[in-house]
């Protein structure tokens, strides 16, 4: 059994968390949705007959006051407890062999004494220059596994990236198969295909790098179909 994992969407559901959640049995969110219209987009990314559960988060207001503040249930042979802040947690927590809750933003995952405690992470809107994530849950054969999935990047992993494109489009644009024009200009889609393999990034990502680049390393033209880079520093970075 697969089960979506998910929290602090914070009034967004980006494409990959919503296609992530139609290959699932279930769907499980930890709180703040922020609008009813995010809990809505969720819920329609089902595949036929997949649960959903979700809680309230403390940003979740009075049009999301539907939905309970904790719950516990069974899923897949486990009995979990869902609450959106582990402050919030009960004392006695004995039955409960899976503990699912979100608030802080930072994915973690930990067992201990036979129990999992799972945060997802946010995976709406970036915030605290963490990456975006969420998890699919794994439940086979009274056993459980854990798959993190970022879904953006966090400041330190844009960095490495960004010293990366750095390399490619400054040094090495053969080893990515690119051909730059004479004024240094890259075609983006060539450019994505071509470190496909080594380093994949979306269109997104790609954006939010030129955007946040502290050395302003790079420029696109009006339309965004082609990049180059303009003065900046790089590294030595294995692209074979």
């Not at 609450?83 to 006695?92: A, G, N, S, T």
């Not at 086979?140 to 390399?167: C, D, H, M, N």
């Not at 680049?213 to 696109?220: A, H, L, P, T």
Request: charged share 30%.
């Amino acid at each position: 059994m697969k089960i979506a994992v998910l929290s602090d969407t914070h009034g967004l559901l980006r494409p990959e968390a919503a296609r992530r959640i139609g290959e699932c049995d279930a769907v499980i969110h930890a709180g703040d949705f922020c609008t009813k219209e995010i809990w809505e987009q969720v819920s329609a990314c089902r595949k036929p007959g997949a649960e959903f559960y979700a809680v309230r988060g403390n940003n979740d207001r009075e049009f999301m006051d539907f939905l309970p503040e904790s719950q516990s249930f069974d899923l897949g042979g486990f009995r979990f407890f869902l609450v959106h802040d582990i402050e919030d947690l009960p004392r006695e927590l004995s039955e409960c062999q899976i503990v699912i809750f979100g608030h802080s933003h930072k994915y973690a995952k930990i067992e201990r004494d036979g129990r999992l405690w799972l945060n997802p992470g946010s995976c709406g809107k970036r915030r605290f220059s963490l990456p975006v994530t969420m998890a699919v849950l794994h439940l086979e054969a009274g056993a459980w596994s854990v798959e993190r999935i970022e879904l953006f990047p966090g400041e330190k992993e844009l960095t490495e990236l960004s010293r990366f494109l750095s390399l490619i489009l400054r040094h090495k644009p053969e080893a990515a198969g690119i051909a730059l024009d004479g004024h240094g200009w890259a075609k983006v889609d060539e450019l994505l295909e071509g470190i496909r393999k080594t380093r994949p990034i979306s269109m997104e990502i790609l954006e939010e790098i030129v955007r946040t680049d502290k050395k302003m390393r790079y420029s696109f033209n009006k339309d965004k179909t082609k990049i180059r880079a303009n003065q900046g520093h790089s590294i030595e970075v294995d692209v074979e």
